[in-house]
């Protein structure tokens, strides 16, 4: 496992406590998870996505992370309404070891735009696993 | 280490069955027919199955060598948390096996069956002075079969109030299944944060409880192996706003005729007759998870039960506010008989087996706690959980240590659970092992503790000494082969 300092974490990105990143393209938000998360699971060997068109509340359950060692939930890191989902990831759920940022997980139409700004940025993150 | 238990030795390979045999070998001889032929309906034919063709002893090697590469507690310790793989005692086996017990037919009258249906009741009697409940059903065939049947009373009962309810609270250190379990009675699990010392706190609980929660799921003691000491507090802050208390008694091998469920404030708790009673269990052989409830919560439990009708044992159906049937006939009825030996043999020093694998699990804990982090350094009950933070420098995972431990001789621990212990390696020893066997086990860990130090590529390598070395259960888990490969014809 990686040491904190060998963690990859992208300044552009906001972060949430449970571990996943927001980046603000244009009108919509993407959605994955930290290189922390990806490492600490360990292999991911299945990814449960939402339904384009669902519509979840910022904190609210969006899918699943299957890792050779337990399942994680996923948590929306802001409201708002399913746009896209990375199909990609069906079929290779590794990708997210190989790239948690490149290799997103769903896109939103955010509901509440000042929810982004709320988000951890890559120092605060930092800080905050450092515990 | 002084000696290490664990040699090599000449293990066979084994092909599938499949791909096994010739044509034309047969097991038994069938006798000549005495009978003219007749052709079959050509509507009724089909393809053939394809099965090999095998003779006695091909399939006697097969089944003896796939066992050869077994591990089980008659083989040697099998200290899995959570799971108390203590040892099942023959004589369960003997009873559970004699005809006059084996063969009852279960559809025979009532009055054919006192044997069977005295045996059973004695079991509901005994697992409620276990427990200090009031009334038990032995349908449910399994822990989560017991939890989701208790998840059905609770429903029942406050169906039977008109009160509807929505959601119940789960603690971080409740068992596993406990939330899908609510979720198939249609329960949202509410999550309840455990504090720095691994015990829920009652400020917590009633921080959440309201008149929408159905109640709160407890496993006590929990999956850190720690009693839950404001049991007590709880119950009264669930049972105030009308609610529920369930008992996961899964980790009731810690407790017995020590912990009185009902004083507690228990209302509904299940046993997994497979591990506290000794009942055969892993590789999801049949289990029995009975569940004991208050006697005003008797009216739902699940039906058939035995009672005494003051001249003789029936078995009651009739019960207009039960939740039903959850099991055919009397639940698992050959794991109950092993159970009900098993008290009867033990009687009263039921209470000096918990006591034993209260004190095994903490002579260990107090034993290893300076090779291995020890997350809540205080008395535990049947189980300790370490973790891997003393190896990270290393580069050395719990997956690492675990695997090493084969090497060495003993089955792992549970790894990576409870979740609320990073890298958790969970023990649970159980009243089965000597002392002798436990000081190999902790001399195996301590053994590993220093390869870590100073030679973790090995740990990193191992097993090693295993039919098969370390799988691949990151490809076994993305793509799976479900089915053998078919030998074909002159392959």
Not at chain 2, 66 to 95: A, H, I, R
Not at chain 2, 96 to 109: K, S, V, Y
Not at chain 2, 292 to 297: D, F
């Amino acid at each position: 496992m990686k040491e904190l300092q060998e963690l990859h974490l992208p300044e552009n990105l906001g972060y949430t406590e449970d571990h996943e990143w927001a980046q603000l393209t244009g009108d919509t938000i993407r959605v994955g998870v930290s290189d922390y998360a990806q490492d600490q699971l360990g292999d991911i060997v299945f990814v449960e996505l939402p339904a384009v068109g669902d519509s979840f509340n910022r904190g609210d359950e969006f899918g699943t992370l299957e890792s050779v060692k337990a399942v994680s939930e996923l948590y929306l890191p802001v409201s708002g309404q399913v746009v896209a989902v990375n199909q990609e990831l069906e079929d290779a759920p590794e990708l997210l070891n190989e790239d948690p940022y490149s290799n997103w997980i769903l896109e939103i139409k955010p509901a509440a735009a000042e929810e982004y700004d709320q988000l951890l940025t890559a120092a605060a993150y930092l800080e905050l696993l450092q515990g | 280490m002084n000696h290490s238990i664990a040699t090599s030795g000449l293990i066979l390979d084994e092909p599938l069955l499949w791909e096994k045999g010739k044509k034309g070998r047969r097991g038994m001889s069938i006798p000549s027919s005495d009978v003219p032929a007749a052709a079959l309906d050509p509507n009724l034919l089909g393809e053939a199955v394809d099965f090999p063709d095998l003779s006695e002893i091909d399939v006697v090697r097969h089944y003896t060598r796939l066992s050869q590469w077994n591990f089980g507690v008659d083989t040697g310790m099998y200290p899995l948390g959570s799971c108390t793989m203590k040892y099942n005692p023959k004589t369960n086996e003997q009873q559970a096996a004699n005809p006059a017990i084996a063969a009852a037919h279960p559809m025979l009258a009532d009055e054919q069956s006192q044997g069977v249906l005295r045996l059973l009741f004695e079991l509901q009697q005994l697992l409620a002075l276990i427990t200090g409940l009031d009334a038990v059903s032995l349908q449910p065939a399994a822990g989560a079969h017991g939890e989701l049947t208790g998840m059905l009373i609770f429903n029942a009962y406050h169906d039977s109030r008109g009160s509807k309810r929505t959601k119940i609270l789960i603690p971080d250190t409740a068992h596993g299944t406990n939330p899908a379990s609510a979720a198939l009675c249609g329960y949202r699990s509410i999550p309840v944060k455990s504090d720095e010392h691994g015990m829920l706190r009652a400020e917590s609980v009633a921080a959440l409880m309201d008149e929408e929660t159905a109640g709160i799921m407890l496993t006590n003691p929990n999956t850190l192996g720690l009693f839950e000491q404001e049991v007590r507090e709880i119950a009264a802050i669930v049972h105030a706003k009308g609610g529920l208390v369930y008992g996961d008694g899964a980790n009731m091998n810690a407790a017995l005729g020590i912990m009185d469920a009902k004083r507690c404030g228990v209302d509904v708790l299940h046993l997994n007759l497979h591990k506290t009673f000794s009942t055969p269990h892993g590789g999801g052989g049949p289990g029995a998870g009975p569940v004991c409830v208050t006697s005003e919560l008797e009216p739902f439990l699940p039906v058939p039960r035995v009672i005494h009708d003051g001249e003789c044992f029936r078995l009651e159906e009739e019960q207009p506010l039960s939740v039903g049937r959850v099991h055919a006939f009397h639940g698992n009825f050959g794991v109950l008989v092993r159970a009900y030996s098993y008290i009867l043999s033990m009687g009263r020093e039921l209470k000096r087996a918990s006591q034993l694998a209260v004190l095994n699990a903490n002579y260990i804990k107090e034993r290893l706690k300076g090779d291995f982090h020890l997350p809540y350094d205080q008395p535990c009950m049947h189980e300790c959980v370490f973790s891997d933070k003393l190896q990270q420098e290393y580069k050395v995972s719990t997956l690492d240590m675990a695997k090493r431990l084969i090497d060495c001789g003993f089955h792992p621990p549970t790894i990576y659970f409870p979740l609320v212990v990073h890298g958790a390696l969970m023990i649970e020893p159980t009243e089965t092992e000597c002392k002798e066997e436990i000081d190999q086990f902790i001399a195996a860990l301590k053994h590993i503790a220093q390869e870590a130090r100073e030679q973790p590529e090995l740990l990193r390598a191992a097993p090693q000494r295993t039919k098969v070395r370390r799988l691949d259960e990151v490809q076994a888990a993305r793509c799976p082969c479900l089915i053998g490969a078919v030998a074909q014809p002159g392959e």
